[in-house]
């Protein structure tokens, strides 16, 4: 697994969110892009990085910034997920896991003793020209939106 490069332009999808509306990276244009990757919806960890990020949706307004989470959940499972917890940003459907592969975020985990292929929980900040530039991949799912308003208000300030 390899992330793509710091101050390139990010990888570009095309995905189907929980609308079956499709997204891709130029939507997000002009915005500061929270991307962020989680393994599987309405499971306990994604739904309190879900929820803390719907919460804090005004603070992410405020810094010209979207959040935008993606899984490789099929769209209807999205549509729960959104529906169950009022979520008010989109989440990408990635089903064969090609975005995550192009971001470096598909590989081996461990979990309970076995072994099996799935999404490493990473987030990147994309500005808004597109580029990356900033990869987290050490945060708490209670703290994660914290660790972005702050990286967010850090990265704003040196432009």
């Known amino acids: ?3 793509p490069k710091i101050d390139e332009r990010a990888p570009n ?12 990276l130029a939507d997000y244009a002009g ?3 929270v991307l962020y ?13 879900a ?6 949706k005004a603070e992410l307004d405020a810094l010209n ?3 935008v989470g993606l899984s490789p959940d099929a769209t209807k499972r999205l549509t729960k997920f959104t529906e169950r917890d ?8 990635d089903e064969d896991h090609a975005v995550a592969e ?11 003793g076995k072994e099996y292929d799935g999404i490493h929980r990473t987030t990147f900040i994309i500005n808004p020209e597109s580029k990356l530039v900033q990869v987290m991949n050490k945060f708490k799912t209670k703290t994660h939106h914290d660790d972005v308003l702050e990286m967010l208000a850090a990265l704003q300030e040196n432009v």
């Open 102 to 112: 192009a971001y470096g975020v598909w590989g081996l985990k461990k979990f309970m």
């Open 51 to 56: 929820c803390e990020l719907r919460d804090h």
């Open 31 to 33: 915005k500061w892009l």
């Open 13 to 24: 999808f095309k995905l189907l969110n929980q609308a079956e509306e499709t997204r891709s």
């Open 37 to 49: 990757f989680y393994p599987k919806a309405m499971t306990p960890g994604c739904t309190t990085q």
């Open 65 to 67: 910034a979207v959040a």
């Open 1 to 3: 697994m390899e992330y």
């Open 86 to 93: 009022s979520l008010n940003f989109d989440l990408l459907a």
